[in-house]
DNA sequence: AAGACGGGGAG
DNA sequence: CTCCCAGTCTT
């Protein structure tokens, strides 16, 4: 025992009353009907930072077109942005592609079973890797998320601030102590499930939870201030005119955003940054962006779309072509019905609602 | 260690 | 509206 932390812990009486009560009171949840390593990865991916309601028809759908990592590594990744879309944060979708290729290629379609090797995969941190081992091949290896550090920070009576990348390796050791000689994958995903259903961010039922006798916090009646996490700044707002570009046969311009950052080979409506900009360049300046002529029509609407990091502020404008179109940079025209065909961000997709059904 | 990277749900 | 949630990669 490497954390004295855990002195006068009881662990075994702990891992009998935490996994009686996973056994026992656990979600049916789809990707818990078997322990296939694909489906088991698939399924922790999209589980990262999203809410297991919004994973479930996602993971349907994901595993109906691509079965098995063969039809992953077969797909086209615009096939597989598309299967994704909505679902936020879509290197996470690249990411699996590109392991899914390299797990072909260099495994024969087999994913590794060693830390080593599968935590060389692209999408694979310290999190899935220990989800996968012990969930999929029921290795003792921890599977730190953030609902087992706030499980921990209050059983343990923990005050680190887990937003620190320290912290986290802290409750992998303490995980490590803590699940030998039980069933790896229930105890990993007994923590997260309680996580989840009791032992919740605010109001946690502690009066309802299976290992309330060993929790510190509860003890001491400070669960409510557990765990201690250091808060983000601020995002900063970011200003643009979108263009619902209009030809004459009733098709819209869409572009592919950059192949790097925020929102990368996914499709919009262009973008024109406001501030750097200004309205009154605004045509001169797309002419010189985009190497044709258009005219601006009327504003028809606003929206504003948050991220974690910054807000956009999209001020929607109509436009007209209005000259010869010799493309300087990548986009294409399409029909209004095919727009549907292309993986956009959920802002742009919000935007077409601005689209009228009848032309 | 700090910042980039989505989107949804609760109150 | 405001607040909360939080893995991996990059720098």
Redesign the pocket.
């Known amino acids: 025992m490497s954390d004295k932390t855990l002195q006068s812990f009881n662990i075994y009486q702990f891992q009998e009353h935490l996994i009686d009560w996973f056994v026992d009171q656990q979600r049916d949840l789809p990707w818990r009907k078997n322990k296939d390593p694909y489906k088991v990865w698939v399924s922790e991916i999209m589980l990262?930072?999203?809410?297991v309601?919004?994973v479930i028809p996602y993971f349907h759908h994901f595993m109906k077109k691509f079965p098995t990592v063969h039809d992953l590594a077969m797909a086209e990744e615009q096939e597989v942005l598309k299967a994704w879309?909505?679902?936020?944060?879509?290197?996470?979708a690249r990411?699996l592609h590109q392991a899914a290729k390299d797990v072909v290629e260099k495994y024969d379609g087999v994913i590794p079973s060693n830390p080593k090797e599968l935590g060389a995969?692209?999408?694979?941190?310290?999190?899935?890797?220990g989800a996968i081992l012990s969930i999929a091949f029921m290795q003792e290896e921890p599977a730190?998320?953030?609902?087992?550090?706030?499980v921990l920070s209050r059983l343990l009576k923990i005050e680190d601030d887990i937003a620190?990348?320290?912290t986290r390796k802290r409750f992998e050791q303490i995980v490590r102590d803590m699940i030998s000689g039980a069933n790896p994958s229930h105890f990993n995903q007994a923590l997260m499930e309680l996580?989840a259903l009791i032992c919740t961010?605010?109001?946690p039922t502690c009066l309802l939870c299976p290992v309330m006798e060993h929790c510190r916090a509860f003890h001491s009646g400070v669960e409510e201030t557990l765990p201690i996490?250091s808060?983000?700044?601020k995002p900063k707002l970011e200003t643009f005119v979108v263009l619902l570009i209009k030809d004459k046969d009733h098709t819209y311009m869409i572009e592919q955003r950059p192949t790097?950052?925020?929102?990368?080979n996914l499709w919009q409506f262009p973008m024109v940054p406001l501030k750097e900009v200004g309205l009154e360049n605004l045509e001169l300046w797309f002419f010189t962006e985009y190497g044709f002529h258009i005219s601006l029509q009327d504003q028809i609407g606003e929206r504003?779309?948050?991220?974690?990091?910054?807000i956009w502020d999209l001020k929607i404008y109509e436009a007209r072509v209005s000259g010869k179109m010799e493309g300087k940079k990548d986009f294409i025209f399409v029909e209004s019905e095919a727009l549907h065909t292309y993986p956009f961000?959920?802002?742009h997709k919000k935007i077409m609602e601005y689209i009228e059904q009848d032309d």
């Not at 990262?48 to 809410?51: L, P």
């Not at 879309?85 to 996470?92: F, I």
């Not at 790097?260 to 990368?264: K, N, P, R, S």
């Open positions: 990262q930072q999203t809410k309601d919004t879309e909505g679902l936020g944060y879509y290197s996470r990411n995969l692209k999408g694979i941190g310290p999190y899935t890797k730190v998320d953030g609902n087992v550090m706030r620190r990348p320290k996580g961010p605010k109001s996490k808060k983000a700044k790097d950052g925020l929102l990368a504003r779309h948050v991220f974690t990091h910054l961000p959920v802002s």
